[in-house]
Antibody, heavy 121, light 107 residues
Framework: QLRLQETGSGLVKPSQTLSLTCSVS????????WSWIRRSPGTGLEWIGY???????YYNPSLKNRVTISLDKSKNTFSLRLRSVTAADTAMYYC???????????????WGQGSLVTVSS | SYVLTQPLSVSVAPGGTASITCGGD??????VHWYQQRPGQAPRLVIY???ERPSGIPERFSGSSSGNTATLVISRVEDGDEADYFC??????????FGGGTKLTVL
């Protein structure tokens, strides 16, 4: 069974860079898409972006100027970097697999448990 | 950009039926997926492709889509169904769109 686990900085200072890594076990990263999604206190789910197994990335237009998602298939990990953070970026960050079936847009069938990131000085 | 509209909250008594809607322009032309997020837990897929149920999801969960509304129906509601529910579609194939979420309260 596929398992995803987020690791990274839990406390980030304003204007600095948030970095998280998602480790994938129990399956290959040579197919499907791999996403980052967050949920801030009192709000709903917000998609950050995803990377396909071939390295192609797509980002939320509202965040694209600050986001980079990368993939390391040799380590079975993918990572998120979010630059110039503010208090509004305080959230639980989730990594998830987007399952691609027959070239249709994917749905998120496996999720990590989440990593809480707080932006504060 | 494409917008999905969900009611903020739905309440139901144990054993009753809860219907959670997700509104969007001609949503029936898109595949709709639903996620359940219990307090303190990660989201979990409960319905994909409008009405398909992943393994391990009870038959009490069902989905449909018609016109401008997709609906998640939970029958014989249990205390453990109390959670936030989110619908999800894709816009222009490349952009993920989530609904604002509906809090299901079991009375």
């Amino acid at each position: 069974q596929l398992r995803l686990q987020e690791t990274g900085s839990g406390l980030v200072k304003p204007s600095q860079t948030l970095s998280l890594t998602c480790s994938v076990s129990g399956g290959s990263m040579s197919s499907n898409s791999w996403s980052w999604i967050r949920r801030s206190p009192g709000t709903g789910l917000e998609w950050i972006g995803y990377i396909y197994h071939n390295g192609i990335t797509y980002y939320n237009p509202s965040l694209k100027n600050r986001v980079t998602i990368s993939l390391d298939k040799s380590k079975n990990t993918f990572s998120l970097r979010l630059r110039s953070v503010t208090a509004a970026d305080t959230a639980m960050y989730y990594c998830a697999r987007g399952l691609v079936i027959a070239a249709t847009p994917p749905y998120f069938d496996s999720w990590g448990q989440g990593s809480l990131v707080t932006v504060s000085s | 950009s494409y917008v999905l509209t969900q009611p903020l909250s739905v309440s139901v008594a144990p054993g009753g039926t809860a219907s959670i809607t997700c509104g969007g322009d001609n949503i029936e032309g898109r595949s709709v997926h639903w996620y359940q997020q219990r307090p303190g837990q990660a989201p979990r897929l409960v319905i994909y492709y409008d009405s398909e149920r992943p393994s391990g999801i009870p038959e009490r969960f069902s989905g449909s889509s018609s016109g401008n509304t997709a609906t998640l129906v939970i029958s014989r509601v249990e205390d453990g169904d109390e959670a936030d529910y989110f619908c999800h579609v894709w816009d222009n194939i490349r952009v993920v769109v989530f609904g604002g979420g509906t809090k299901l309260t079991v009375l």
